[in-house]
C-alpha cells in the first residue's frame, strides 16, 4: 500500500507546490501515516505478510529500511517534479504556503479515503503468505516510483541544464565573479 500512496502523494505535491523543498517536506507526513496504519495492520494480521514482518522490532529491520526507501523515492518524486513544472507557467496564483495548505489537504483527504476503503474491506487473514506473490497494487507501486523517478530526475536534470544555459547566456554569474574579484578603487580626494 505504501509505494502506490507514496507515488500518488508525490504527484499531487509536486503539481500543487512547485517550490522543491516545501514539495518534499509537504509528502512526509501523510507517507508516515499511511506508513502507522499499514504497520498497524500488519501486526494485528489484517494483512498478507504475517505479523512477524513488523514485530518485534528488532526482527522487521528490513521492513523499516524498504518503508524508508519508499519514503526517499516520495520525497524525490515530489520534488523532481515541483522542478520540472515550476520551469512552466501556470498553476496556482497564490503564495507558496497557500499551495502546501492545498497540497496538504488533498493529500490528507486522499489518504483518508484510501484507509477508510481499505479499513471498511480489511479482513483477518487466517493464512499468511510470507512466500508469495506480493499483491499487485504493491508491484504497481514500485513499478510508477522506479519510472516515475527516473522520467522525472532525468527531465529536472534538462531543465536545470537549460537554465545554467540561460544564466550563462546572459552573463549575469561572469558579471558578478568579475565586480567581486576585482579590486576596489579608491577615488582620489
Excluded: K
Excluded at 3 to 25: M, Q
Excluded at 86 to 112: E, K, M, N, Q
Excluded at 135 to 150: E, T
Aim: charged residues 10%.
Amino acid at each position: 500500500m505504501t509505494p502506490i500512496a507514496g507515488f500518488f502523494l508525490a504527484l499531487i505535491a509536486g503539481w500543487i507546490v512547485r517550490e522543491p523543498r516545501r514539495a518534499a517536506a509537504t509528502v512526509v507526513l501523510p507517507y508516515l501515516a499511511v506508513v502507522v496504519v499499514q504497520t498497524w495492520g500488519l501486526a494485528s494480521g489484517y494483512g498478507i505478510n504475517p505479523p512477524s514482518t513488523v514485530t518485534p522490532l528488532s526482527g522487521a529491520v528490513s521492513y523499516y529500511v524498504v518503508q524508508l526507501i519508499f519514503l526517499v523515492t516520495t520525497v524525490a518524486i515530489a520534488a523532481l517534479l515541483a522542478v520540472v513544472l515550476a520551469a512552466r507557467s501556470g498553476g496556482l496564483p497564490v503564495g507558496p504556503w497557500y499551495r502546501v495548505a492545498v497540497a496538504v489537504a488533498v493529500c490528507t483527504t486522499g489518504i483518508l479515503v484510501l484507509l477508510v476503503a481499505w479499513l471498511a474491506d480489511a479482513s483477518l487473514v487466517r493464512v499468511h503468505s510470507s512466500a508469495g506473490a506480493p499483491p499487485a497494487q504493491g508491484l504497481a507501486g514500485i513499478g510508477l516510483s522506479l519510472i516515475g523517478f527516473v522520467v522525472l530526475g532525468v527531465a529536472a536534470i534538462r531543465v536545470i541544464r537549460r537554465r545554467a544555459a540561460v544564466r550563462s547566456e546572459t552573463g549575469l554569474p561572469e558579471q558578478r565573479q568579475t565586480n567581486l574579484s576585482r579590486p576596489v578603487e579608491r577615488q582620489a580626494r
